[in-house]
């Protein structure tokens, strides 16, 4: 009877046990390992970017200019025909959100996966 009222007055439908706390954990971890870092995401895009011929510059620490985005990314992105059209120049981007927004410097547009996993 007392486990009854208890059920019918509970604000919580549910409840987790250990077992159900640590699955949730481990997959937490797991998550955050496999996740894209930005130096691992800036590393690869300098490297393309600059074989494709476009030019980059470091403006502050993390945060960069591109001059110069190659017609050929441009094209190839608007076929695709996915997210934002791509321009051909920025003032700033950056890999980390962190650097998004730099006190007294333009905001960085954020190059990163959508999905890290």
């Known amino acids: 009877m007392y486990a009854a009222l208890l059920e019918t007055r509970s604000l919580v439908a549910q409840t987790l046990d250990l077992s159900q706390i640590e699955r949730i954990r481990a997959d937490m971890e797991r998550y955050a390992a496999c996740r894209l870092q930005p130096h691992y995401i800036q590393a690869f895009f300098l ?61 960085a547009h954020l190059f990163a996966p959508v999905i890290p996993c």
């Open 47 to 107: 490297q393309a970017f600059e074989s494709l011929g476009g030019a980059i510059k470091e403006r502050e620490a993390g945060r960069y200019r591109i001059t110069h985005v190659p017609a050929a990314i441009r094209e190839r992105a608007q076929a695709l025909g996915k997210g934002l059209p791509v321009l051909r120049q920025y003032e700033r981007v950056c890999f980390d959100k962190e650097l998004i927004g730099v006190s007294g410097k333009p905001l």
